[in-house]
Nanobody, 125 residues
Framework: QVQLVESGGGLVQAGGSLRLSCAAS????????MGWFRQAPGKEREFVTH????????TYPDSVKGRFTSTRDNAKNTVFLQMNSLKPEDTGVYYC??????????????????WGQGTQVTVSS
């Protein structure tokens, strides 16, 4: 049984930082691309970043580029999302996901087979 468990969310002031973690089990972790998505109330789930299985390549939308960094530790079956210079518009539930994808396809939720339960991030102004 595949499980993805996010942690590290919380309340932070604008300009602050948070580091999210996603611990995976029940799958051959290094074979999967890992994505992070977020969802604000009343909005669709939005792509935040993805990292390839070996951790060599990452992609980010313009909204988080230069502020967010995704890394992974395959020995620990964990992927991380470092979020700096947080803004109120970064508020939402953050989800990690595992799947097979390539290029721009990794921004699509349908490319991911497994999802975590999410962790809340709230950025106050």
């Amino acid at each position: 049984q595949v499980q993805l468990v996010e942690s590290g969310g919380g309340l932070v002031q604008a300009g602050g930082s948070l580091r999210l973690s996603c611990a995976a089990s029940g799958l051959t972790f290094s074979r999967y691309n890992m994505g992070w998505f977020r969802q604000a109330p009343g909005k669709e789930r939005e792509f935040v970043t993805h990292i390839t299985g070996g951790g060599v390549s990452t992609t980010y939308p313009d909204s988080v580029k230069g502020r967010f960094t995704s890394t992974r530790d395959n020995a620990k079956n964990t992927v991380f999302l470092q979020m700096n210079s947080l803004k109120p518009e970064d508020t939402g539930v953050y989800y990690c996901a595992a799947g097979y994808c390539s290029g721009y396809g990794c921004a699509e939720t349908r490319r991911y087979d497994y999802w975590g339960q999410g962790t809340q991030v709230t950025v106050s102004s």
